[in-house]
């Protein structure tokens, strides 16, 4: 075997390897990455159920205010509004977290533009309000 054989020998072991190693740090940091946007997606999922709950509750009160005061038409539609986000608020927080990104998928498979539509209005509403709130920091 020539020493440009073992050469080229050596830098395809070393190719090999070094493809072999950025493959593995790549699986890595999907898998990190995946669990951090999990977690994220958690965390939000369950804040945002408090909310959804919190304004059942608030509706609750007032359907109960509404009541007292007279106001029974209004009574009811405060109450079948507060049912409806208390329901809302249960079914967000045991949602599954890959039921709602394959659902998301789905919903940008089935309407491309409006997802995009979408895409660019929370963009812009982040950077108007990572905008403004640098105007309020002294």
Do not use: C, W
Request: glycine residues 4%; negative net charge; proline residues 1%.
């Amino acid at each position: 075997m020539s020493h440009a054989d073992k050469l080229s020998d050596t830098a395809a072991r070393a190719a090999e390897e070094a493809a072999s190693t950025i493959t593995d740090k790549a699986r890595d940091t999907v898998d990190l990455v995946e669990k951090t946007a999990s977690e994220a997606i958690d965390d939000q999922r369950n804040s945002a159920s408090r909310y959804v709950t919190d304004l059942g509750t608030a509706a609750f009160s007032a359907a109960h205010s509404l009541s007292n005061s007279g106001h029974t038409r209004s009574s009811e539609y405060a109450s079948v509004a507060a049912r409806a986000l208390d329901e809302a608020g249960y079914q967000l927080s045991s949602y599954d977290v890959g039921n709602l990104v394959d659902d998301a998928a789905d919903v940008v498979r089935r309407n491309p533009g409006l997802s995009a539509a979408i895409a660019a209005l929370a963009g812009y509403s982040l950077v108007k309000l990572a905008s403004s709130s640098r105007k309020r920091e002294y």
